[in-house]
C-alpha cells in the first residue's frame, strides 16, 4: 500500500475519533483568538498613535502662538514621535510590549526623555503575551505531543498493535502517514485564521510566507521528535501516560527553562548600565551647570559645535542658548554609557539568537518577532529616528539662538516634523 493509499485511510479513520477532533477544534479555537486579539492590539496602538497626532499638533500649535522668542517656544512645545505597528505585528507583538513605542520629546537633553520610561522589566516576559507567535512557539508543541505521543501506545493498550503491523507493508509508513494526517489537520487550523488575519491586515506576501514556512518547519520538527521516541524501545516499554511525561518534559526544558537560563547567562555575560544610570549622569550634568562658570559649558558645547562660537558672549546671567547649550552638554556626558547600553543589548540579542538554536520555540517565537518586525533591533531603530528626529530639532533651533534671529512665529511653522522622518524610516526599511 503507498504512502498516498495510507495517508488517505488513515484520514477516513481518525475523522472518527473524536478527540483528536476536539483537539483540532481547539487549536482553532485558540488560533482565531490569537489573531483576533493581535488585530485588536495593532488598531488599538495605531488609534493611540493617530489621536496623540491630532492632539500633539493642537497642543504645540497653542502653545506657540503663546511665546514670543524662539527659546520659549522651544521649552514649551512637545513633539510627539511614535513607532506605527507594521502589517504583520498583529502576529507576534515582540517587544513592543517591553520597549516604548511612542515618546513625546522637547529641545531638552534627549537621554533622560529616552529613558525615563524604561520602567519595564524584560526578565518578566519570557514567554511574551498571548499573540499567534505565542501559540506557535508555545502551545503548538503541546498539541503535537498530546496527538501523537500514543499513536503506537493506544494501539498496544488496545491489542491491536500487531494486527497492524502484520497487515502493512511498512511499518513505518503506517505511522508517518497517520502523523502527517494529524498534523495537517492541525496546520490547517492554525494557519488558516492567520492567514485571513494577515491579508486583512495587508500583510505583505513574503511576510506571510515566511511565518507559514516559521510554523510548518517548527510543526515538522515537533513531529519527528515525538515519532522518533514513540519509536525508540524505551517508549515501547511505557505506557501512553508515560510516553507524554517524557515528552512534555522535554518541552518544558526547551520552551520555558532554556529561555530562562539562557536570559540569566546572557546577563551574567553582557554586563551594561540601565536606563536609570543614564538618566542619573545625564541629569546630573545639567543640574550642575547651573553652579559652573560659562565658559565651561562652552567649551564642552563648541567641542561639538564649534561653528557657533561667535554667538556665545552673554549679556545676562540667563540666555535660551546657555540653557540649550548645557542640555547639549549632559547628552555628551551620558552618550558613553547610552553607547554602552545600546551596545549591550545587541551583544544580548546575538547571544539569544545564538541560545535559540537550542531551543526550537524560542527561535520560532525570534523568527516570528523578526518577520513582523517587533523584536529588539526594531525598537533600537525607533530609538535611533527618535534621536535623528532631536537632533533636528537643535539643528532648526541653535541658528535662530545664536544668530539672535527676530522671533517669528511663521518661522515656527518651519520646525521639522517627525512624520517625515518616519516616512524615511519607511522608505529606507523597503528598499533594504
Given amino acids: 500500500m503507498s504512502l498516498l493509499s495510507n495517508v488517505k485511510r488513515e484520514a477516513y479513520f481518525l475523522s472518527k475519533q473524536r478527540y483528536i477532533c476536539a483537539f483540532i477544534f481547539v487549536a482553532l479555537l485558540l488560533s482565531i483568538f490569537s489573531v483576533c486579539s493581535g488585530i485588536n492590539e495593532t488598531q488599538t496602538q495605531q488609534a493611540t498613535i493617530e489621536r496623540l497626532k491630532q492632539k500633539d ?25 511614535y513607532s506605527n505597528p507594521s502589517e504583520m505585528a498583529f502576529a507576534a507583538m515582540g517587544q513592543r510590549d517591553i520597549y516604548p513605542w511612542k515618546h513625546r520629546i522637547r529641545m531638552l537633553a534627549i537621554e533622560g526623555q529616552i529613558y525615563e ?29 498530546l496527538l501523537l505521543h500514543d499513536l503506537r501506545a493506544s494501539e498496544r493498550e488496545a491489542g491491536r498493535y500487531d494486527l497492524l503491523i502484520t497487515t502493512a507493508r511498512k511499518r513505518q509508513q503506517l505511522w508517518l502517514s497517520r502523523a502527517l494526517v494529524i498534523c495537517s489537520a492541525l496546520s490547517i487550523a492554525i494557519l488558516v485564521p492567520f492567514i485571513i488575519g494577515a491579508w486583512y491586515s495587508n500583510a505583505p506576501l513574503t511576510a506571510i510566507a515566511l511565518s507559514v514556512g516559521v510554523v510548518i518547519a517548527h510543526l515538522i520538527f515537533w513531529m519527528l521528535v515525538t515519532l522518533l521516541f514513540t519509536a525508540s524501545k524505551t517508549a515501547a516499554k511505557q505506557s501512553s501516560a508515560q510516553t507524554a511525561s517524557v515528552l512534555l518534559a522535554f518541552w518544558l526544558g526547551v520552551t520555558v527553562l532554556m529561555p530562562v537560563v539562557s536570559d540569566i547567562a546572557i546577563e551574567e555575560m553582557v554586563p551594561s548600565p540601565n536606563g536609570g544610570e543614564i538618566v542619573l549622569v545625564q541629569r546630573e550634568a545639567v543640574n550642575g551647570a547651573w553652579d559652573q562658570p560659562f565658559e565651561t559649558t562652552w567649551q564642552a558645547f563648541l567641542s561639538r559645535y564649534p561653528q557657533w562660537a561667535h554667538g556665545t558672549h552673554m549679556d545676562s546671567l540667563f540666555e535660551w542658548k546657555w540653557y540649550y547649550a548645557f542640555q547639549q552638554v549632559g547628552d555628551q556626558k551620558a552618550q558613553p554609557l547610552s553607547n554602552e547600553y545600546r551596545d549591550a543589548i545587541i551583544k544580548k540579542h546575538t547571544l539569544a539568537g545564538y541560545f535559540s538554536l537550542f531551543s526550537p520555540p524560542m527561535l520560532a517565537q525570534r523568527l516570528m518577532s523578526s518577520i513582523a518586525e517587533t523584536d529588539t533591533l526594531a525598537s533600537l531603530k525607533y530609538e535611533q529616528t527618535v534621536r535623528d528626529y532631536h537632533q533636528a530639532l537643535r539643528l532648526f533651533y541653535y541658528p535662530l539662538l545664536f544668530n539672535e534671529t527676530a522671533f517669528s512665529q511663521q518661522k515656527l511653522s518651519e520646525i521639522p516634523e517627525f512624520s517625515l522622518f518616519e516616512e524615511r524610516s519607511t522608505q529606507i526599511k523597503e528598499n533594504n
Avoid: W
Fill in 57 to 81: 499638533t493642537l497642543d504645540r500649535t497653542t502653545v506657540q502662538a503663546q511665546q514670543t522668542d524662539y527659546g520659549s517656544a522651544a521649552y514649551y512645545s512637545f513633539h510627539l514621535t
Fill in 117 to 145: 520610561t524604561d520602567a519595564e522589566n524584560p526578565e518578566l516576559s519570557f514567554l511574551g503575551k498571548f499573540d499567534f507567535a505565542f501559540l506557535i512557539s508555545v502551545l503548538l508543541p503541546l498539541f503535537v505531543i
